[in-house]
């Protein structure tokens, strides 16, 4: 177990500041650029490796963050822009997860999203993970390299806004579809994924597999 | 899917006819041309001579990047007016865009050799 440390390499720099064409300041950017609300949480146990990992796995996310009534705060307090923002084009606000385990953002060593596998909501920031309830996942000055599933060996996103840029995607290795990118659910992720000034090179997908190009 | 000033060394496919690959300028696509890289500023069908990428390495910053070999037409292939408009700053590895007459496409700013 433990595959995400051993098969990945995530790493990056400081986070830069964000293209204004990418997204759009608002006051709470001052403030709280990205969500970097952290809290720890100890529980020391006496059990095998692999059993801890698999408790580990199980951790909801979410759940955690509503017993910790800070966390929740300065969540919601994030969202708020997006919120605002959809109710007023006359759209409804992006619901948060009911649940989200690390079981569900990462799966290995062959399932979906080798490098990051995005269900309903991950920002990757300048090395750091963090969970938001946007449906979003952000790439910036990263690597992710080497990593293996059956769909979206670097990432596999489901019905997410994706932006990526100075990122680098190489050595991903997908049995079945999307070597770097998967990219799912086009009502949503497919038409609100960018990719800036990104180099994708030598992840691979079986030819066997890859259906034609729809024009 | 947009994309501005990438790298594509492999191939886009879409499992649907709902996916949209929309280019907005400045992309490389190697070996083919499925990305539909259609504006002027795009570069398709380079072969991997043309493209001239070197392996996966420790070209300095915190992540490993595929730096692009000299004679590469990646290189200053941006010119420094449509790179200020794409992605203004640094590239990954925070080397500041450009350095030469242009900017490089993708990830990494090749630095020219004093």
Same mark, same amino acid.
């Given at each position: 177990m433990g595959g995400f440390t051993s098969r990945t390499q995530i790493r990056a720099t400081e986070p830069q500041r964000v293209p204004a064409d990418i997204l759009s300041r608002m006051l709470v950017d001052e403030f709280?650029?990205?969500?970097?609300v952290s809290d720890a949480v100890a529980t020391v146990v006496q059990a095998e490796v692999a059993t801890t990992w698999d408790a580990l796995m199980q951790v909801d996310l979410i759940e955690v963050g509503r017993t910790r009534p800070m966390v929740g705060f300065l969540g919601a307090l994030r969202a708020l822009p997006e919120v605002v923002s959809h109710l007023l084009h006359g759209e409804s606000p992006p619901q948060a997860p009911q649940r989200l385990r690390l079981h569900d953002t990462t799966n290995f060593p062959?399932?979906?999203?080798?490098g990051i596998y995005g269900s309903d909501a991950l920002r990757f920031y300048g090395g750091d993970l963090s969970l938001s309830s946007l449906g979003l996942i952000e790439v910036q000055n990263s690597t992710i390299s080497n990593n293996a599933a059956?769909?979206?060996?670097?990432i596999h996103s489901i019905s997410l806004r994706m932006t990526a840029w100075n990122s680098t995607f190489s050595g991903n290795v997908a049995s079945d579809e999307g070597g770097a990118l998967y990219i799912g659910g086009t009502t949503l992720g497919a038409s609100t994924t960018h990719l800036t000034m990104s180099t994708i090179a030598k992840n691979t997908a079986p030819p066997g597999q890859r259906r034609p190009r729809g024009r | 899917m947009r994309f501005s000033g990438n790298i594509v060394d492999g191939d886009c496919h879409a499992t649907d006819d709902g996916v949209v690959w929309m280019s907005q300028g400045s992309n490389i696509e190697s070996?083919?041309?499925?990305? $539909?890289? &259609?504006?002027?500023s795009d570069m398709v069908n380079m072969t991997s001579a043309q493209l001239r990428l070197d392996a996966l390495? $420790?070209? &300095?910053?915190e992540t490993e990047t595929h730096l692009p070999m000299?004679?590469?037409?990646?290189?200053?292939?941006?010119t420094a007016e449509q790179c200020t408009e794409v992605l203004p700053g640094s590239e990954q590895r925070l080397v500041?865009?450009?350095?030469?007459?242009g900017c490089d496409v993708g990830s990494v700013e090749v630095v020219p050799a004093p």
């Open positions: 709280l650029p990205v969500y970097d062959f399932g979906e999203g080798g059956n769909r979206g060996a670097g | 070996p083919g041309d499925s990305c $539909d890289f &259609g504006e002027s390495a $420790d070209n &300095g910053g000299m004679g590469s037409v990646v290189i200053d292939a941006i500041s865009r450009p350095q030469g007459i």
